[in-house]
């Protein structure tokens, strides 16, 4: 039996993905363009292929929109829109044995007059550093400086740079920001509003890798103030998801009201070995961020409401499945169990004050086992009495929010996990 392919969640057809790239909804359609290797299902020939969606949950994919020419290859950045054009501002990278640039990443500009379905690359580079790791352009319009704002990364050297323009083509570097607080490699940065009246509106997000919040590769949010020129921080890195598989999230442009994300769900370290092929890769459920004291919780776009589980409930692993499950008394657990093993365990810790989410070990595509001991758990997600648990199960991929019980909508703390169960049918189970 083949691995089952998520439902609802966005996946190639046949080859690899990596991170979401374009993310806009434009003339009522949910465009997600991504990192794609149109040759295969390793890492390679960085292209950028195009899907759409009304729901955020099927998608149409239209393969590659944006392709790798001359040996450079189009890696990752954003989609912006100006009266019946889409543009693209995205990372040109070359290798070291490019015969005419060498090893650099420089941002470049297409446009698109058809709904992102075909594109015209500017010929040269509208922001050239002469860097190798200078990358991943998020681009947006800030009204009141009047001017639009991008936002990028040096990688190694973990500096977000900002630059602003009128035209998206003339470019102005304004400010650079380090935090000492995140480690790893810096990339696939994000600027947004929180719809909030609090202080400090401006959220920076952040993806390191490693570094992340369990320690991995994973995704931060800052809450700061940012004057159209330089962001400053005003908070500590908070957890945008409590998982090892939520990198290079970014936000979808076009939309009003508070930020929706969307992620590769995948921990970097183990990305090129996951046992799916010919498809590898798959994105997150999109996800709203809304600020709750320090925290930025998330409320994730869901394929059905809620339904509430029975003890030894039989579940059909083709099916994506929406389970409300009561909090487990401290010390308790719920398993998700195979025809002959545990493939996942909700665990209660013996104070009562978080949850944790673990999975059964995997053998990636080279035989090998998939997971370090690191990355068979989630992070802790805070829990109170009051709360209940909202589990997706989707082919291969888990997502946990921790929600108040009975309360619409599902709003919580979340944590993205990818499992890799043994053919056959699945029981939830309850230990008390």
């Given at each position: 039996m083949s691995t089952p392919r998520p439902r609802v969640h966005l996946s190639a057809p046949s080859t690899w993905m990596n991170d979401p790239n374009g993310l806009i909804l434009h003339e009522g359609i949910w465009h997600a363009f991504y990192q794609n290797n149109p040759f295969g299902s390793d890492h390679g020939h960085m292209t950028w292929a195009h899907a759409t969606s009304r729901?955020?949950?099927?998608?149409?994919?239209?393969?590659?929109?944006?392709?790798?020419?001359?040996?450079?290859?189009?890696?990752?950045?954003?989609?912006?829109?100006?009266?019946?054009?889409?543009?693209?501002?995205?990372?040109?990278?070359?290798?070291?044995?490019?015969?005419?640039?060498?090893?650099?990443?420089d941002q470049r500009l297409a446009i698109s007059t058809d709904?992102?379905?075909?594109?015209?690359?500017?010929?040269?580079?509208?922001?050239?550093?002469?860097?190798?790791?200078?990358?991943?352009?998020?681009?947006?319009?800030?009204?009141?400086s009047g001017q639009w704002v991008m936002v990028a990364v040096e990688a190694q050297d973990r500096e977000l740079l900002v630059h602003t323009s009128h035209d998206l083509i003339t470019w102005e570097h304004t400010s650079t920001y380090r935090d000492e607080r995140l480690t790893g490699i810096w990339e696939c940065p994000d600027l947004v509003q929180l719809a909030t009246t609090e202080d400090h509106p401006w959220l920076l997000i952040l993806s390191t890798n490693p570094g992340g919040p369990v320690?991995?590769?994973?995704?931060?949010?800052?809450r700061g103030d940012f004057d159209g020129a330089a962001f400053t921080a005003q908070a500590?890195?908070?957890?945008?998801?409590?998982?090892?598989?939520?990198y290079a999230a970014v936000t979808f442009s076009g939309v009003e009201g508070p930020p929706l994300l969307m992620g590769w769900a995948?921990?970097?370290?183990?990305?090129?070995?996951?046992?799916?092929?010919?498809?590898?890769?798959?994105?997150?459920?999109?996800?709203?961020?809304?600020?709750?004291?320090?925290?930025?919780?998330?409320?994730?776009?869901?394929?059905?409401?809620?339904?509430?589980?029975?003890?030894?409930?039989?579940?059909?692993?083709?099916?994506?499945?929406?389970?409300?499950i009561p909090l487990p008394r401290p010390g308790g657990e719920v398993e998700l169990v195979g025809p002959d093993r545990v493939e996942l365990r909700l665990v209660r810790d013996i104070g009562g004050t978080t949850v944790r989410l673990h999975r059964a070990q995997a053998l990636g595509a080279d035989g090998r086992p998939l997971f370090s001991p690191r990355q068979l758990a989630t992070g802790p997600l805070p829990v109170t009495a009051?709360?209940?648990?909202?589990?997706?199960?989707?082919?291969?991929?888990?997502?946990?929010?921790?929600?108040?019980?009975?309360?619409?909508?599902?709003?919580?703390?979340?944590?993205?996990?990818?499992?890799?169960?043994?053919?056959?049918?699945?029981?939830?189970?309850?230990?008390?």
């Amino acid at each position: 039996m083949s691995t089952p392919r998520p439902r609802v969640h966005l996946s190639a057809p046949s080859t690899w993905m990596n991170d979401p790239n374009g993310l806009i909804l434009h003339e009522g359609i949910w465009h997600a363009f991504y990192q794609n290797n149109p040759f295969g299902s390793d890492h390679g020939h960085m292209t950028w292929a195009h899907a759409t969606s009304r729901d955020l949950l099927r998608w149409e994919d239209h393969g590659p929109a944006i392709r790798e020419e001359d040996g450079v290859q189009i890696y990752s950045g954003s989609v912006v829109r100006i009266d019946d054009r889409l543009v693209a501002l995205y990372t040109g990278h070359s290798g070291p044995e490019h015969p005419l640039r060498g090893a650099l990443q420089d941002q470049r500009l297409a446009i698109s007059t058809d709904d992102g379905a075909s594109w015209t690359k500017r010929a040269e580079a509208v922001v050239d550093r002469g860097s190798a790791d200078f990358r991943d352009p998020k681009v947006l319009w800030h009204g009141p400086s009047g001017q639009w704002v991008m936002v990028a990364v040096e990688a190694q050297d973990r500096e977000l740079l900002v630059h602003t323009s009128h035209d998206l083509i003339t470019w102005e570097h304004t400010s650079t920001y380090r935090d000492e607080r995140l480690t790893g490699i810096w990339e696939c940065p994000d600027l947004v509003q929180l719809a909030t009246t609090e202080d400090h509106p401006w959220l920076l997000i952040l993806s390191t890798n490693p570094g992340g919040p369990v320690g991995t590769s994973g995704t931060w949010g800052i809450r700061g103030d940012f004057d159209g020129a330089a962001f400053t921080a005003q908070a500590d890195p908070v957890p945008l998801d409590h998982g090892p598989d939520l990198y290079a999230a970014v936000t979808f442009s076009g939309v009003e009201g508070p930020p929706l994300l969307m992620g590769w769900a995948v921990d970097v370290e183990y990305a090129g070995r996951t046992p799916t092929a010919p498809w590898r890769g798959v994105m997150s459920l999109p996800r709203t961020l809304h600020p709750r004291g320090d925290a930025i919780v998330a409320e994730p776009v869901l394929p059905s409401a809620p339904r509430s589980t029975e003890p030894d409930q039989a579940l059909d692993p083709a099916t994506a499945h929406v389970l409300r499950i009561p909090l487990p008394r401290p010390g308790g657990e719920v398993e998700l169990v195979g025809p002959d093993r545990v493939e996942l365990r909700l665990v209660r810790d013996i104070g009562g004050t978080t949850v944790r989410l673990h999975r059964a070990q995997a053998l990636g595509a080279d035989g090998r086992p998939l997971f370090s001991p690191r990355q068979l758990a989630t992070g802790p997600l805070p829990v109170t009495a009051e709360d209940e648990l909202v589990l997706v199960l989707d082919g291969t991929i888990a997502e946990l929010v921790v929600t108040r019980a009975g309360v619409d909508p599902v709003v919580g703390p979340m944590a993205t996990l990818l499992f890799f169960p043994h053919p056959g049918s699945w029981r939830l189970k309850t230990l008390r």
